[in-house]
């Protein structure tokens, strides 16, 4: 199998005339068709909703795409809860899954009505004493341990910062009540970038067991079980990638086994994805201006960790392609450098690809989440532009590049 750009050669020269590389590509027809095939997966349920988890990719057009399609906004700080306000997001269209939370940012979050999704027991006391209690709220649940589908360990939820233990959430439950709540919600995140379609099931299920639980201990009945982020997608062109209406109808199975019988057949399912939903429909696209043969083979291109975090700081696999060249040998071994004074910043080492020359356009896969947004300025470098590939083909600048006088904005007047 091998990853295909959703553009063509003819399409990007096109583009990189109008725009200077490098520049992250988002396409808006994947985009729409992905998340309408999210929407059919859980159609079972009625009050089924997608929350996009902002952090993934905050371009305003990108989130009004996604409202159109019937998505709410998953946040977690203040400028993400202000860009869900500004793009129209209010009330319930606004999860705020935010952890060791300021002030101000819980504030925010009640003003704008959202559903705040309480992370720690003592955070009731401290949201309280900020911004009062509202009356329908969710909590986070973390079960410990490690998460394992069949005998397979995914992630180590006893290792993260998040979420409450059953005890802990338990009596938030029962605190929440007597503080006058009406409406309850639970969530977990257990395992990240899973390439399974176990994973939701299997989170399900557990979610599922332990609110019959609480409704039994508690007398508190939920209201929506929100399965969070962690449907992954496969970075490597060699694995298979998940089936979200495999994923739906396994949810289904399971809600249907476990609420349905225990009378919370009602109980609304909400995701909130931001990988699933957008990584693969983003490519940094770049131009090689160096070659370098010393102890290894080196090609430079223009854009550098700053632009793409994953690979330096993860290790990330990121496919590339070398537009012109799809069907050319993989015979040349290279490193791809950025051009930071950081030997991590390599999009990737030791990678079979075709002969690469001087003024090549790359474009590296599955940016579309977690790219852009990563992006910081170390160096001085700047951040990119980002373009929309519209359905009809014509491109849009959803954001411009940064210039030096961004770089140097808040220095003005501090010694500049
Ligand atoms: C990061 C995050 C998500 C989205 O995760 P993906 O891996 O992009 O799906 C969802 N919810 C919370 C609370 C998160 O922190």
Same mark, same amino acid.
């Given at each position: 199998?091998?990853?295909?750009?959703?553009?063509?050669?003819?399409?990007?020269?096109?583009?990189?005339?109008?725009?200077?590389?490098?520049?992250?590509?988002?396409?808006?027809?994947?985009?729409?068709?992905?998340?309408?095939?999210?929407?059919?997966?859980?159609?079972?349920?009625?009050?089924?909703?997608?929350?996009?988890?902002?952090?993934?990719?905050?371009?305003?057009?990108?989130?009004?795409?996604?409202?159109?399609?019937?998505?709410?906004?998953?946040?977690?700080?203040?400028?993400?809860?202000?860009?869900?306000?500004?793009?129209?997001?209010?009330?319930?269209?606004?999860?705020?899954?935010?952890?060791?939370?300021?002030?101000?940012?819980?504030?925010?979050?009640?003003?704008?009505?959202?559903?705040?999704?309480?992370?720690?027991?003592?955070?009731?006391?401290?949201?309280?004493?900020?911004?009062?209690?509202?009356?329908?709220?969710?909590?986070?649940? &973390?079960?410990? *341990?490690?998460?394992? /589908?069949?005998? =397979?360990?995914?992630?180590? @939820?006893? +290792?993260?910062?998040?979420?409450?233990?059953?005890?802990?959430?338990?009596?938030?439950?029962?605190?929440?009540?007597?503080?006058?709540?009406?409406?309850?919600?639970?969530?977990?995140?257990?395992?990240?970038?899973?390439?399974?379609?176990?994973?939701?099931?299997?989170?399900?299920?557990?979610?599922?067991?332990?609110?019959?639980?609480?409704?039994?201990?508690?007398?508190?009945?939920?209201?929506?079980? &929100?399965?969070? *982020?962690?449907?992954? /997608?496969?970075? =490597?062109?060699?694995?298979? @990638?998940? +089936?979200?209406?495999?994923?739906?109808?396994?949810?289904?199975?399971?809600?249907?086994?476990?609420?349905?019988?225990?009378?919370?057949?009602?109980?609304?399912?909400?995701?909130?994805?931001?990988?699933?939903?957008?990584?693969?429909?983003?490519?940094?696209?770049?131009?090689?201006?160096?070659?370098?043969?010393?102890?290894?083979?080196?090609?430079?291109?223009?854009?550098?960790?700053?632009?793409?975090?994953?690979?330096?700081?993860?290790?990330?696999?990121?496919?590339?392609?070398?537009?012109?060249?799809?069907?050319?040998?993989?015979?040349?071994?290279?490193?791809?450098?950025?051009?930071?004074?950081?030997?991590?910043?390599?999009?990737?080492?030791?990678?079979?690809?075709?002969?690469?020359?001087?003024?090549?356009?790359?474009?590296?896969?599955?940016?579309?989440?977690?790219?852009?947004?990563?992006?910081?300025?170390?160096?001085?470098?700047?951040?990119?532009?980002?373009?929309?590939?519209?359905?009809?083909?014509?491109?849009?600048?959803?954001?411009?590049?940064?210039?030096?006088?961004?770089?140097?904005?808040?220095?003005?007047?501090?010694?500049?």
């Amino acid at each position: 199998m091998n990853k295909v750009p959703f553009v063509t050669k003819e399409q990007l020269d096109k583009i990189t005339e109008q725009y200077p590389t490098p520049f992250h590509l988002y396409d808006e027809k994947g985009i729409r068709e992905n998340a309408r095939k999210m929407k059919q997966a859980f159609s079972w349920n009625p009050g089924f909703r997608e929350y996009f988890a902002v952090k993934a990719t905050p371009n305003p057009t990108i989130l009004k795409i996604l409202q159109e399609e019937g998505c709410g906004t998953d946040c977690s700080s203040l400028t993400e809860l202000m860009m869900s306000d500004m793009c129209g997001f209010h009330g319930d269209d606004i999860m705020f899954s935010s952890n060791d939370t300021p002030a101000e940012e819980f504030v925010k979050a009640r003003e704008l009505d959202a559903i705040i999704n309480l992370d720690d027991i003592t955070h009731i006391d401290f949201l309280k004493e900020a911004a009062g209690i509202p009356k329908k709220i969710c909590c986070r649940f &973390n079960p410990g *341990g490690k998460f394992s /589908i069949a005998n =397979t360990i995914m992630d180590n @939820p006893g +290792d993260a910062k998040y979420g409450m233990t059953k005890p802990q959430i338990i009596e938030a439950y029962q605190r929440l009540k007597e503080l006058g709540v009406e409406e309850f919600g639970m969530h977990a995140f257990l395992a990240s970038n899973t390439v399974t379609n176990d994973y939701y099931p299997t989170l399900a299920k557990i979610l599922f067991e332990t609110a019959v639980e609480i409704q039994e201990k508690t007398g508190v009945k939920l209201s929506f079980i &929100n399965l969070s *982020g962690g449907v992954g /997608i496969p970075y =490597t062109p060699d694995k298979e @990638p998940n +089936d979200i209406l495999v994923i739906g109808e396994g949810v289904h199975r399971v809600y249907d086994e476990v609420l349905v019988p225990a009378g919370m057949g009602d109980v609304k399912i909400f995701t909130e994805l931001g990988r699933f939903m957008l990584a693969p429909y983003g490519h940094l696209v770049t131009k090689v201006i160096h070659e370098k043969h010393t102890y290894k083979e080196y090609i430079g291109v223009d854009a550098c960790a700053c632009n793409l975090m994953r690979p330096a700081m993860y290790g990330a696999y990121h496919h590339i392609t070398v537009m012109g060249k799809e069907t050319a040998p993989a015979d040349h071994m290279y490193d791809v450098t950025g051009s930071l004074c950081e030997n991590n910043d390599k999009f990737a080492i030791d990678r079979e690809l075709p002969e690469i020359a001087i003024g090549d356009t790359l474009v590296i896969h599955d940016t579309g989440a977690h790219g852009f947004s990563m992006g910081y300025n170390y160096n001085g470098k700047l951040r990119s532009a980002e373009i929309l590939l519209k359905e009809d083909g014509s491109t849009q600048m959803i954001r411009r590049a940064e210039t030096p006088d961004d770089y140097f904005a808040t220095l003005r007047g501090y010694g500049l």
